[in-house]
């Protein structure tokens, strides 16, 4: 097995484990290799090892890889692979997202919506997106404040052909993994109480949080789609 390989099934495995220890089935978590920064050829061999998702947090350095990684699903007859956007998105950059993403987990403003349902309109399509949430308070991040979360779902449901399927956070960046606790368990709470809500046609199936250093605190505090970057490329996270 090659290091990438490797090291992917020791991030399932700790997936799997950190799920036991949540008390949920291991596969009803769902893991997004984040491959912003990668080689083609590394993202090939991440495919080649099985992963079917891969996060970009850029539609540039995206739109430059889409055409090499797709011609190597052809030409190796392997399943497809799902992108998911990441990072933050600007307005003028919807219609190029829209061409290749399937989950944009980073949507945090109206005005954004707005557009991307009006994009997705011109397609005759539905898109699916995450809000991404402002959990730890952190001016620099991006992502909505919490108090401001249910507001955003009221307003957000003028925009039928947009389907809000979840949150996203992004925790501090810390040595420690259980820094991120709170901030995940504060997530997993909104996502609890946007379902009490009942929003006709906003479901809260993907709470999308956890990364290298903290995706195992993350699965045990709900997270059931985390992206993960590092520990499946670099040799020694
Ligand atoms: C880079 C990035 C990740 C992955 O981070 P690692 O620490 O490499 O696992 C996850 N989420 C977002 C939004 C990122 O930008």
């Given at each position: 097995m090659n290091r990438i390989a490797e090291n992917l099934a020791s991030v399932k495995e700790r997936m799997v484990a950190a799920?036991?220890?949540?008390?949920?089935?291991?596969?009803?978590?769902?893991?997004?290799?984040?491959?912003?920064g990668r080689s083609i050829s590394e993202i090939q061999s991440l495919l080649a090892a099985g992963a079917t998702d891969i996060g970009e947090n850029r539609i540039q350095e995206?739109?430059?890889?889409?055409?090499?990684?797709?011609?190597?699903?052809?030409?190796?007859?392997?399943?497809?692979?799902?992108?998911?956007?990441?990072?933050?998105?600007?307005?003028?950059?919807?219609?190029?997202?829209?061409?290749?993403?399937?989950?944009?987990?980073?949507?945090?403003?109206?005005?954004?919506?707005?557009?991307?349902?009006?994009?997705?309109?011109?397609?005759?399509?539905?898109?699916?997106?995450?809000?991404?949430?402002?959990?730890?308070?952190?001016?620099?991040?991006?992502?909505l404040d919490s108090e401001d979360v249910f507001d955003f779902m009221e307003k957000s449901l003028s925009y039928s052909s947009v389907r809000i399927v979840g949150l996203m956070t992004m925790g501090v960046l810390s040595p420690s993994p259980e820094t991120n606790r709170p901030a995940f368990a504060l997530l997993r709470?909104?996502?609890?109480?946007?379902?009490?809500?009942?929003?006709?046609?906003?479901?809260?199936?993907?709470?999308?949080?956890?990364?290298t250093d903290d995706f195992e605190v993350a699965i045990e505090e709900g997270a059931n789609l985390v992206r993960i970057g590092r520990a499946i490329f670099e040799t020694t996270v």
């Open positions: 799920a036991e220890r949540s008390g949920r089935p291991p596969d009803s978590i769902k893991l997004v290799p984040v491959t912003k995206a739109q430059q890889k889409y055409d090499p990684i797709h011609s190597f699903l052809a030409a190796s007859n392997t399943r497809k692979c799902d992108w998911h956007l990441i990072g933050h998105l600007q307005r003028n950059k919807v219609k190029s997202a829209l061409e290749i993403f399937s989950l944009i987990h980073s949507v945090d403003s109206l005005r954004l919506l707005a557009e991307i349902s009006r994009r997705t309109e011109v397609l005759k399509k539905q898109t699916d997106i995450l809000i991404q949430i402002n959990t730890t308070g952190e001016e620099s991040k991006f992502g709470t909104l996502s609890d109480r946007i379902k009490t809500e009942k929003y006709p046609g906003i479901t809260m199936q993907y709470l999308s949080m956890g990364m």
